[in-house]
């Protein structure tokens, strides 16, 4: 079974622009979360999103969006990039059944630079 | 508010050598913990999740982590390390009962010399 896909594997952007990246859930998963994880440090939760709906948002600014689609897959978007949003953007996805105690399932993560 | 602190930044330690990461969290509501491992240039990988019940967890590739309450720590081991293992480690909590929310510790570097 194919675990959770991310596109694109890497981007380069300039401050000021915006960005798209995407997460296709392992099948069957309804629950999707994204983290950004700076350079030497953990990851930090940005959304989630459960049946097409925000169930949770961590500390990140307006900038920051996201939406699910009926075919579970997401998007996180990020305007007005800053030099502070560089970073590793992992989607994780999960049944959504259980929610807390349910093992989340990590993509390989989206690598953005912002020069 | 729910923390976690990884106590080693970097964990050097010999092939076949014993090794004990260690993390503290710090919650004021019940949480469920959790340990990854992240290899180079992937994402992350979960070893093993304490829920509840016994407090020796087992997971993957021979690696076990004890819950202790009172100490509020999840210290993960390894009785025997192999090169692959080198890798960065994550501790993690997630408030029970919550949504999707995991927070993670700044993470251990664990390097395996032959």
């Known amino acids: 079974d194919a675990g959770v896909t991310q596109s694109p594997t890497h981007l380069i952007k300039t401050r000021g622009q915006h960005v798209t990246l995407r997460c296709s859930p392992i099948?069957?998963?309804?629950?999707v979360s994204w983290y950004q994880q700076v350079l030497g440090q953990g990851p930090q939760f940005i959304f989630q999103?459960?049946?097409?709906?925000?169930?949770g948002r961590g500390n990140f600014p307006d900038r920051f969006s996201a939406r699910q689609f009926p075919n579970y897959s997401s998007e996180l978007n990020v305007n007005a990039l800053l030099l502070g949003d560089s970073a590793l953007y992992l989607c994780a996805s999960s049944h959504g059944t259980s929610t807390a105690q349910e093992t989340q399932y990590f993509g390989p993560g989206t690598r953005l630079l912002v020069l | 508010a729910q923390s976690v602190t990884q106590l080693d930044s970097q964990v050097p330690v010999f092939e076949e050598a014993p090794v004990e990461l260690r993390c503290n969290y710090s919650s004021s509501v019940s949480v469920y913990l959790f340990w990854y491992v992240q290899y180079p240039n992937q994402g992350l990988q979960l070893l093993l999740k304490?829920?509840?019940?016994?407090?020796l967890v087992k997971g993957i590739n021979g690696f076990e982590a004890e819950f202790n309450k009172s100490q509020t720590s999840f210290h993960l081991r390894k009785p025997s390390v192999h090169i692959s293992d080198t890798a960065e480690y994550f501790c993690?909590?997630?408030?029970?009962?919550?949504?999707?929310?995991?927070?993670f510790g700044a993470g251990t570097r664990l390097a395996v010399h032959p």
């Open positions: 304490y829920l509840s019940g016994s407090t």
């Open positions: 993690a909590v997630i408030r029970s009962g919550g949504y999707n929310k995991l927070i």
């Open positions: 999103y459960y049946e097409k709906e925000e169930r």
């Open positions: 099948s069957g998963h309804k629950s």
